[in-house]
């Protein structure tokens, strides 16, 4: 049994064709341009769709529907909170409208639970019950799977760790798309670390995480200091909510060199039990969010 996944991002949208055991089949990508108008956007998820959908038909791959990844809350199959990346997406019955175009069923889900789910199947999570997702990108989000409650929908469960508020007192930094100020995304994610960097006086022109994780300016390590604290706490309470075996960590941020991911993992520990959890970096790569989205598709035990 094969199914389409795709993960919409602020950055990519990815799709894929896997399998229930967790082989992709085929993969496609596109920019997601995300400062763009919902329906541009829209119709390159639905491109993507349409395209996986033919390469199957041509290649006799029997598709089961399409899973769909998004960052924010979904609630029947619509967006009702987007976080801080896509906010443009809010209200849009993403199931619907990608149905309607391609006939096949559609479940759309927050991406980190898609994340998670493919790291408890296919991942570093196998082995386990309880396992937590986290994506660290352009935005920030939690998954948390749990193997053992097989009620309908009841195993998985999104949790918005990049709105938890970890530094309430924080008067210097604009209020996040949550309404909050001092929230992890807003002093953790991609998108903030770049904001921060600049707001702080940066001086490297069209700096990305990697050019400011590379810099010896003094604001770049004080930026890149906040950004593995505030995370590592909000992970922290991530684990203490829901007691994970397993925490796997991916998204584009956690691809830095091995030395900022130890610094995460070493606040992570300062602010909860060091042997609760296992810590991981995922190894799913980059189509690991859309190998969860399609796997909504197949029924698991
Ligand atoms: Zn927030």
Redesign the pocket.
């Known amino acids: 049994m094969n199914a389409i996944g795709i993960d919409i991002g602020a950055t990519k949208i990815k799709g894929v064709v896997a399998t229930s055991s967790g082989r992709i089949l085929i993969r496609r990508e596109v920019l997601t341009k995300a400062n763009r108008e919902k329906n541009e956007i829209l119709r390159d998820i639905i491109s993507i769709a349409d395209f996986l959908k033919k390469e199957s038909q041509k290649k006799h791959f029997n598709i089961k529907g399409v899973g769909i990844g998004v960052p924010g809350m979904i609630k029947s199959g619509k967006l009702i909170f987007g976080?801080?990346t896509l906010t443009q997406l809010v209200g849009l019955d993403l199931a619907k409208g990608i149905k309607k175009e391609i006939g096949f069923k559609v479940f759309a889900d927050n991406d980190s639970n898609c994340f998670a789910l493919a790291e408890s199947y296919f991942g570093a999570g196998k082995h386990y019950k309880r396992v937590a997702g986290v994506i660290w990108g352009t935005g920030i989000g939690g998954g948390f799977i749990d193997k053992n409650n097989r009620g309908r929908n009841r195993h998985r469960m999104s949790v918005e760790i990049?709105?938890f508020v970890v530094e309430p007192n924080i008067k210097s930094e604009p209020k996040?798309?949550?309404?909050?100020r001092g929230?992890?995304?807003?002093l953790a994610s991609g998108k903030n670390i770049v904001r921060r960097y600049y707001a702080m006086g940066g001086k490297i022109k069209n700096a990305g995480v990697k050019e400011i994780y590379r810099s010896k300016e003094k604001i770049a390590k004080k930026v890149l200091e906040d950004a593995y604290k505030y995370l590592g706490m909000g992970i922290s309470i991530l684990i203490k909510r829901t007691k994970p075996e397993i925490v796997v960590i991916g998204g584009g941020v956690s691809s830095l060199p091995q030395s900022a991911y130890k610094k995460l993992v070493y606040y992570i520990y300062r602010y909860a039990d060091k042997f609760s959890s296992k810590i991981v970096k995922s190894k799913l790569g980059n189509f690991g969010g859309a190998l969860g989205a399609a796997s909504l598709m197949f029924r698991r035990k």
Do not use: L, T, Y
Not at 176 to 180: H, I, L, P, T, V
Not at 183 to 186: A, F, G, I, Q
């Open positions: 976080g801080g990049g709105h996040d798309a949550c309404g909050a929230c992890v995304e807003n």
